[in-house]
């Protein structure tokens, strides 16, 4: 029952953001989206401590792969993401039975290379991703053949947290059964699971490729909400934002990957607003405030807080 | 053969500037395990600060770079006590993201001081034109790139080598918790390392200028070709690093003349393959 | 939420948006999306330069109506982040008409918004020819590539030039601008004997250049997009001593924009470009622009995106002049009105809606103040956009 307590919380949030920032639902639906891909990051950085900055590798593909399939294929969104989060798996996977073998600066090296070369071969084949023009003539058709893709963005946002629903309650699932137990002492330690008959490499690549399913089903929903794709998917900066947002919120828990890609995005949007040249300095001072008064992240503010007023007292 | 050596010319004065900019990270890296994403903002910093001194000061290139580079230096030893001492102890993660924080702040502190043009440096009289080599010509801004590299590495082998702060850095960086139990000052050797590897780098930036302009975005846009020297060389390996900043130089250069259509896919290729065989780096520790 | 229901909100704010209102001294708004941060940020800053000229010129009202500016950052080449400020200066701010977007993906991706919303559009400086066929509603106030690479493709092979190594960066403008340029070289009998394309994130561009003169061609020619990597491009030509050779480099003018222009060094004197514009076009109009510019902001230079905007605030003035709120108006008035700009004579082709404009070879010279400047040697009169797709 406890459990199901974040969730509902989760709804509320949604609902009330829903109907107190009718204007900016193409915004929020951005920061749903947002919330899936970073808490793909998290299940490899959080739970199984496998620090990767190539996300985008996956996001990008997830992307390009729905849109693709929306052009030549069929419209359906609930098909593209399907279709977005298989090509996340399949680049995962294929990638993990290399980059899965190394930790470390390495690993972090290794995944960046990995984005960057989808980068290049996106801007290569132009004749099928629309190079630099990014591949535009995405119309979806609607959710579930019932509900349009809208000006205001309504559906869009609608759908985009049913997404963010399904996917957080099936990770939660995840980490509580015993593949993901047995993922959270991979994190502690590697050589004990070793010893105790874990095959940890597998592991590695099998949760690599569930992150892959996760971050490619975020990709095609840019991609289905954007109607366009283009290489800035692949950007290294889509992976080191994540890693960011995550950081800020607190890994190891889902709910610090919500928290963080929140806060960071709208703290991003008020003071890009207020002023477009130098909002740069308050996400800085934001960033260094969090690490140096809570370097667990924002989700340990509350325990933080609570200790200082003990002190207090 | 032409070739060849027009590639190895090219490569060496390109790794050159890489090693520069990126020993210091390494250095820092494997001494104080502290992923210094803000790195590349001295190389910034230091451009910046002798674009700003020529510009609009009009102090001449040299007086100006050591001026850039000691106002570096005397910067970098209250950022380390200030905003880098409290993340040692702290896990990678809260370092990537307190040293992106402070290369966030630079970047905005440069673009609203200086705006977002590129910053050039022009260089004095004696590095302009180009030098015969015979088989080819060469910027003689590459032969001075040369030469400073190699005092650098010159320089920090024999201050490794040959004197005790050397010894106690080694120390320091192969077994922490032996040295300071030894009585090794670690934490002085902490700030004196990170304002020599912050020094390097804006040396790095500032003679680097020709090839990597400088701008206010400059510590982001090139983040990750400095940590690949890093990567590759090996962490807290100056030797390393020089290797792997010659390699990749080498390497990259040997692929624009070669098949430049392929030239970024080449060098990431060559990296995954690298780390691949070697994942500790060329000359890092298992 | 059924179809029709959506629809209707869709339609409320687009009535919203285009409403005609009679009333004075109201207040029209204007979204203005553009990277203001970022590697591109210099985009934003030349932009609000020439706007805040154009202000001082002009003022903040036309024919009683306040002008207001709203700006959003939207970094980089980023549809998805275009797309949402776009979307939310639609809805939320309700803005009458929108202008900036530097890149192509970012323009193409708000097309659909602003066919929905019916909001006049004007292009600042994003350069593929497709982007207007895309929607009724862009007007371009910038060029297209084909506009510039030809017509110096036509100088070369007049002044001397027969023979041309290209060397481009790999993606889409550089491509479309490599292959505009070689048909028309080509087809004047000149020969392109090598095609070199160069990775968009290179550094050192020595091995290209040194590539290039192995060639021994009469001149490279270049188009990498304004910014550092044509920055070191040029240093790269300049150190390796090609001049001497008696390699000529020509290209578009993104490779020595006058934001980068005094940097090049005396070295660069003799570089060939063709562009729309330059800071040293000889003209009393453009002499009063870039004086107002100093005055404003002492640092600044004026470059292509300083033209791209003011011209684009004169396109929005007369909108506004003409139809205040009314969009259609506004459009109907300024599509194939013709008007001087620093630049030089501009017409709104109502084919392309992008404007007809002079093309200038300029070359690298000292000018009379001791800095170097682009001097104006020929022009070619009132280019239409070439490239446009024709159905």
């Known amino acids: ?313 | 053969m032409n070739l060849i050596l027009s590639i190895i010319t090219d490569g060496v004065a390109f790794g050159m500037i890489l090693f520069m900019i990126s020993v210091g990270l390494s250095v820092t890296m494997g001494l104080m395990r502290v992923v210094n994403l803000a790195h590349g903002g001295f190389a910034m910093l230091g451009g910046a600060l002798t674009h700003w001194a020529m510009m609009q000061m009009g102090i001449p290139f040299l007086p100006s770079a050591v001026l850039a580079i000691l106002a570096v230096v005397v910067l970098s030893v209250p950022m380390e006590r200030v905003l880098y001492r409290p993340i040692y102890k702290m896990g990678e993660l809260p370092q990537v993201l307190a040293t992106i924080g402070i290369t966030f702040i630079m970047i905005a502190a440069i673009s609203f001081w200086l705006g977002a043009t590129l910053m050039p440096i022009p260089l004095p009289a004696v590095m302009q034109g180009s030098v015969d080599l015979g088989f080819r010509t060469l910027p003689t801004q590459r032969i001075y790139v040369v030469v400073v590299g190699l005092i650098v590495i010159g320089g920090l082998f024999f201050l490794t080598e040959r004197t005790r702060f050397g010894i106690r850095l080694r120390a320091a960086v192969d077994h922490p918790g032996t040295a300071s139990c030894l009585g090794i000052d670690t934490s002085r050797i902490f700030s004196l390392t990170f304002a020599l590897g912050a020094g390097l780098a804006a040396l790095g930036g500032i003679m680097g200028a020709e090839l990597l302009p400088i701008d206010a975005y400059y510590p982001l846009r090139y983040m990750v070709l400095f940590l690949t020297v890093v990567a590759v060389g090996g962490l807290g390996s100056i030797t390393g690093s020089f290797l792997a900043a010659m390699a990749l130089g080498i390497l990259d250069t040997a692929a624009r003349y070669q098949f430049p259509e392929f030239g970024t896919i080449f060098f990431y290729v060559a990296m995954i393959v690298i780390l691949g065989l070697r994942p500790q780096g060329l000359l890092g520790k298992a | 939420m059924n179809k029709t229901n959506a629809w209707k909100l869709a339609l409320a704010t687009a009535v919203a948006v285009g409403a005609t209102q009679v009333a004075r001294a109201d207040t029209i708004k204007i979204g203005v999306v553009a990277p203001f941060s970022g590697p591109f940020a210099i985009y934003g800053t030349q932009f609000k330069n020439a706007m805040d000229v154009w202000e001082a010129q002009h003022g903040k009202s036309v024919a009683g109506h306040k002008v207001e500016f709203i700006f959003k950052d939207s970094g980089g080449p980023n549809p998805s982040a275009a797309r949402t400020a776009t979307q939310e200066l639609l809805i939320k701010d309700r803005v009458n008409y929108l202008a900036g977007y530097v890149f192509t993906p970012n323009a193409l991706a708000i097309a659909p918004l602003i066919n929905q919303s019916h909001t006049p559009t004007v292009i600042w400086n994003a350069a593929t020819s497709v982007i207007n066929a895309k929607s009724k509603y862009f007007l371009r106030t910038s060029m297209t590539l084909p506009q510039v690479s030809a017509p110096l493709a036509d100088w070369a092979y007049a002044n001397g030039i027969k023979t041309v190594v290209t060397a481009v960066t790999d993606y889409g403008p550089g491509i479309d601008a490599q292959k505009a340029f070689a048909k028309e070289f080509e087809a004047k009998g000149g020969k392109i004997l090598d095609d070199i394309r160069m990775p968009i994130k290179t550094t050192d561009f020595g091995p290209f250049i040194q590539r290039a003169k192995t060639d021994k061609p009469n001149a490279i020619f270049s188009f990498i997009p304004a910014g550092p990597p044509a920055f070191s491009f040029v240093k790269a030509y300049t150190d390796n001593g090609l001049k001497a050779d008696g390699i000529k480099l020509i290209g578009t003018g993104d490779i020595d924009d006058e934001t980068t222009l005094q940097g090049l060094g005396d070295a660069s004197i003799g570089i060939i470009t063709s562009q729309h514009y330059s800071q040293a076009h000889p003209s009393k109009m453009n002499q009063e622009f870039v004086a107002e510019l100093k005055k404003l902001h002492p640092d600044a230079v004026a470059n292509f995106a300083s033209v791209g905007a003011y011209d684009g605030m004169h396109v929005l003035y007369r909108m506004i002049e003409a139809g205040g709120k009314d969009g259609a108006k506004g459009m109907k008035a300024v599509i194939g009105s013709s008007w001087e700009s620093p630049r030089g004579p501009l017409t709104l082709d109502p084919k392309t809606r992008t404007v007809t404009q002079n093309m200038y070879i300029r070359e690298i010279t000292k000018g009379p103040d001791g800095k170097l400047e682009n001097k104006e040697i020929e022009t070619i009169k009132n280019v239409p956009d070439v490239g446009y797709p024709t159905k």
């Not at chain 1, 829903?18 to 808490?39: C, G, H, K, S």
């Not at chain 1, 995405?138 to 019932?146: A, E, H, L, R, W």
């Open chain 1, 1 to 313: 029952m406890k459990s199901l307590l974040p969730f509902a919380l989760m709804a509320l949030v949604a609902v009330v953001a829903f109907y107190a920032f009718p204007y900016n639902l193409a915004f929020l639906t951005r920061v749903v989206i947002t919330m899936i891909l970073v808490l793909s990051l998290d299940l490899l950085i959080g739970v199984t401590g496998i620090d990767t900055l190539g996300q985008a590798a996956l996001y990008g593909t997830g992307a390009y792969a729905a849109g693709l399939f929306a052009v030549h294929v069929w419209a359906d969104p609930v098909a593209g993401l399907l279709v977005g989060g298989l090509a996340g798996a399949v680049v995962a996977f294929v990638s993990g039975l290399l980059l899965m073998r190394t930790h470390g600066l390495t690993l972090l090296m290794l995944t960046i290379a990995v984005a960057e070369v989808f980068q290049e071969l996106a801007n290569k084949l132009d004749w099928l991703t629309g190079g630099a023009d990014g591949l535009g003539g995405i119309t979806m058709n609607p959710v579930f053949g019932t509900w349009q893709f809208d000006f205001i963005g309504q559906t869009g946002y609608i759908y985009a947290v049913c997404v963010l629903f399904i996917v957080t309650a099936i990770l939660k699932v995840v980490i509580g059964s015993p593949f993901g137990l047995s993922l959270r002492g991979i994190k502690d330690s590697p050589a004990r699971m070793r010893a105790i008959g874990t095959p940890v490499g597998r592991r590695r690549v099998a949760v690599y490729t569930l992150a892959g399913a996760v971050a490619g089903i975020a990709g095609a929903l840019a991609a289905q909400s954007t109607a366009l794709v283009s290489l800035s998917v692949y950007d290294f900066q889509v992976s080191a934002e994540a890693m960011i947002m995550l950081i800020l919120g607190g890994t190891g828990r889902l709910w610090g990957a919500l928290i963080g890609t929140a806060v960071f995005m709208a703290v991003h949007e008020v003071a890009a607003s207020v002023d477009p040249f130098n909002w740069l300095f308050i996400i800085g001072f934001l960033v260094l405030a969090v690490v140096y008064a809570v370097p667990r992240g924002l989700i340990g503010l509350p325990e933080e807080i609570r200790r200082m007023v003990g002190r207090l007292k």
